[in-house]
């Protein structure tokens, strides 16, 4: 059945229907809450929320923006306003730092490991950098890159203008590959 | 985990265009791939070593993390269905 149908028998109140779409996006959502939050316990709690609060307010979606996008903004919302009560030290929040670019973005290349993700040291250098990420470049980051949402449906979902996409996407992937430079370099 | 070092690059003869080059690969990964600026950098990536490494590094790192999934864990459908008052259907 087509999702907008089912969104339809869903705001009927059809349990059937409701339960496909859950299904339909609760690994999606499960991993971008994981992506963000870089926490299981949090993912899952988080998970929960999201399609209680889908369930509370479906009858407020009008489809016109596509439902994953609506289901990425309740995550986004939820994991920055815990990560923010959370962090006792400041997240890094990456500058244009020209020097810095100079120094660190030209003369350090990345060293391509021959590594997977299957690898534990890699991933713990992955998860590493992206905990020091402030999180509003994160979720910049992990919307546009990572689940491949437009610069429009990433604005969309965590309320800011396109250019402030564009330039947080650019710092983050910079300050992420950044880190993981040095963490293979020592 | 075992990486291949790799020398530092001999400092390219134009810095300034590198710096360009750089700071805009990200919007080339994006963008209409036959735009002028995109066309621009990519013909300076062609010539260029340090620029080409940084993009690939950039690229390397977006997948990485796209590859990075965390599977959902044993009986969070079945909480998350009860959570949501849905066993039934
Ligand atoms: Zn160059």
């Known amino acids: 059945m087509e999702e907008s149908k089912l969104i339809e028998r869903a705001k009927e109140g059809d349990h059937a229907a409701l339960a496909t779409l ?26 929960q929320e999201t399609f209680l609060r889908f369930v509370k307010n479906l009858k407020q979606f009008d489809g016109k923006s596509k439902l994953s996008t609506w ?8 994991c920055m306003m815990d990560a923010r009560k959370r962090q006792r030290r400041p997240f890094v929040e990456p500058k244009d730092d020209e020097r810095d670019f100079e120094e660190r973005f030209v003369a350090d290349r990345l060293s391509a490991p021959t590594a997977t ?8 250098v ?7 990420l402030d ?7 992990m919307l546009r890159d990572v689940e491949r949402l437009s610069t429009e449906e990433t604005a969309e979902a965590i309320g800011v203008s396109e250019p402030a996409v564009k330039s947080r996407l650019h710092r983050a992937r910079s300050f992420l590959r950044n880190e993981i430079t040095k963490a293979f370099q020592s | 985990m075992k990486v291949q070092k790799m020398e530092r690059p001999v400092a390219a003869s134009d810095e300034g265009s590198c710096k360009t080059v750089m700071s805009h690969i990200c919007d080339s990964l994006d963008e209409d791939p036959t735009s002028p600026k995109c066309v621009a950098i990519r013909r300076h990536l062609e010539e260029c070593d340090a620029c080409r490494d940084y993009k690939a590094s950039i690229e390397k790192t977006i997948e990485w993390y796209r590859e990075y999934d965390a599977p959902l864990p044993e009986g969070a459908h079945e909480r998350l269905m009860a959570r949501l008052g849905l066993e039934d259907a």
């Open chain 1, 117 to 124: 993700v299957e690898n534990d040291e890699l991933k713990r």
């Open chain 1, 135 to 141: 999180p509003s470049y994160r979720v910049v980051f």
């Open chain 1, 126 to 132: 992955l998860d590493e950098a992206i905990s020091k």
């Open chain 1, 71 to 78: 289901l990425y903004r309740i995550v986004v919302n939820n």
């Open chain 1, 22 to 47: 859950v299904k339909k996006y609760e690994k999606t959502i499960f991993n971008f809450a994981f992506k963000i939050c870089r926490d299981r316990d949090k993912a899952e709690n988080t998970m």
